[in-house]
């Protein structure tokens, strides 16, 4: 449940990213994508572990753990008001907001359909 990059790709990819609050050297890969949704960043962590409880700035690895895991992933999608896009539909708007693409939106749609049967 932690980003797999090597150490320099997530370093390159991640340091000095102020949008992040990746605003102190060794920022990019102590704050690497973590969890289910992988939350990235200091501020992200800083606002996902206070509202968990838990202190995610010094100990970022929490987030490794699935109990943490899923609730980081819960926290992200309440936070974002993706219950209610999902409700309308919007898979894309979902997609892009979680990881910046379309990746996997096909399987997404694919099982949204298929759990609308299961539960309907």
Not at 30 to 42: A, C, F, H, N, P
Not at 68 to 90: I, P, Q
Request: aromatic share 8%; net charge positive; proline share 2%.
């Amino acid at each position: 449940m932690r980003e797999i990059w090597g150490p320099t790709a997530v370093q390159a990819r991640y340091e000095g990213r102020v949008d992040l609050g990746n605003t102190q050297s060794g920022d990019g890969p102590k704050y690497r994508g973590r969890g289910l949704i992988q939350i990235t960043g200091r501020s992200n962590y800083k606002t996902c572990g206070e509202a968990l409880g838990l202190d995610l700035i010094n100990q970022a690895e929490l987030l490794e753990k699935p109990q943490h895991a899923c609730m980081s992933a819960a926290w992200f999608w309440a936070t974002r008001g993706h219950n209610t896009l999902a409700d309308e539909g919007k898979f894309e708007t979902i997609t892009r907001r979680i990881n910046g693409g379309l990746n996997g939106l096909a399987d997404r749609q694919m099982l949204y359909a298929r759990a609308l049967k299961v539960l309907s």
